[in-house]
């Protein structure tokens, strides 16, 4: 059977899944910060319950501390907090890029990642897929390394041809934002194909990618590729497994059969330097008239929030450690 890059993912990290109910989805890395972790701290506490895997909880450095920059009374705060539950769970911290050109790529392709900023995002560059939580989903990852979420609708983005001499990423960005609107992707993860977003270089994928929230999707990704591997060597954090990881990785793809549930198709010599208006966006025009209210507004692909949600998960950490033994990818540092 035919699967998208998004399927083949999702569908690896997938625990369990029961019809009309959000499947419980398996992450790799968790990254952390202190602007909305506090919370989730709190609820461990009261529940008397350690972070679950620590190991694969990533703690962001605050960039106050490593520029040296003035920090208000407010911030001073969260940091102490921040630092005093990081210190109680036993978590230690990372620096504030998320990859590092030394050894360690916080997540790798095929890998799924939870985060509750925009820019990880630029890692579905590396075939990442990368979340975006709010407060009350942070303490559900910490209890329990999963998150409850409806599957996402499947969206392609396709861009073919040479881009006019002097154009680039952010000019892709601003056309697609103009031809696709600020809100027609909810509830869409979109996968960027073609040869004009191809021939990009990695920071002009990471650009692309990071832009998917801006038109209302929960992420986009690329496939990885030669580019993509090349890069990582480059940079030193090619696994020792080299030709059993390049595998998988060349694994990840859309199918050629796949089924996408909207596939848009742009052509590169429409596009010309940035700074578009936002008009009436090509997808909603492509939609019956009963059909488009739906699109503007969130359909019910939301991640479930709350804290009963993390009760339900903690009565099911067996299947979720059953899961981890018998899964056949490895996690972030090998756990």
């Not at 559900?140 to 996402?152: E, G, R």
């Not at 040479?162 to 993860?189: M, P, Q, V």
């Not at 089924?259 to 090509?282: C, K, M, T």
């Amino acid at each position: 059977m035919a699967h998208t890059l998004f399927d083949k993912i999702w569908n690896k990290h997938v625990v369990s899944r029961n019809a009309g109910f959000p499947d419980t989805l398996y992450i790799d890395v968790h990254l952390i910060n202190k602007i909305t972790s506090a919370r989730a701290f709190e609820g461990l506490r009261k529940r008397n319950i350690p972070v679950f895997r620590p190991a694969q909880t990533l703690v962001l450095k605050d960039p106050a501390y490593s520029q040296h920059l003035p920090v208000s009374d407010l911030s001073r705060f969260q940091l102490d907090l921040f630092n005093r539950n990081c210190l109680d769970f036993g978590l230690e911290k990372f620096e504030q890029n998320l990859v590092d050109q030394t050894d360690i790529l916080i997540a790798s392709p095929g890998q799924c990642l939870v985060f509750d900023q925009h820019h990880t995002d630029d890692l579905g560059a590396f075939g990442v897929l990368s979340i975006n939580v709010n407060e009350l989903l942070v303490e559900q990852v910490l209890a329990t390394q999963c998150l409850l979420i409806n599957k996402p609708k499947r969206m392609k983005v396709e861009v073919n041809g040479r881009l006019a001499k002097g154009l680039g990423a952010k000019d892709i960005n601003h056309f697609l934002l103009s031809e696709i609107s600020a809100t027609e992707a909810n509830g869409y993860f979109i996968e960027y194909s073609g040869d004009t977003i191809l021939h990009l270089d990695m920071e002009g994928r990471m650009a692309i990618c990071n832009m998917s929230r801006e038109i209302g999707a929960l992420g986009g990704l690329i496939g990885p590729d030669e580019t993509t591997f090349e890069y990582l060597r480059s940079n030193g954090i090619m696994p020792e497994s080299e030709e059993e990881t390049l595998s998988f990785w060349q694994s990840l793809y859309s199918d050629e059969a796949s089924v996408f549930d909207e596939v848009l198709e742009f052509d590169a010599e429409d596009i010309g330097p940035g700074n578009y208006g936002i008009g009436l966006s090509r997808l909603i025009q492509s939609k019956p008239a009963n059909e488009r209210s739906e699109m503007i507004t969130h359909d019910g692909a939301a991640i479930i929030a709350g804290y009963n949600d993390t009760d339900y998960l903690l009565s099911h950490l067996d299947s979720i450690e059953n899961f981890e033994s018998t899964t056949i990818y490895k996690v972030y540092d090998g756990v």
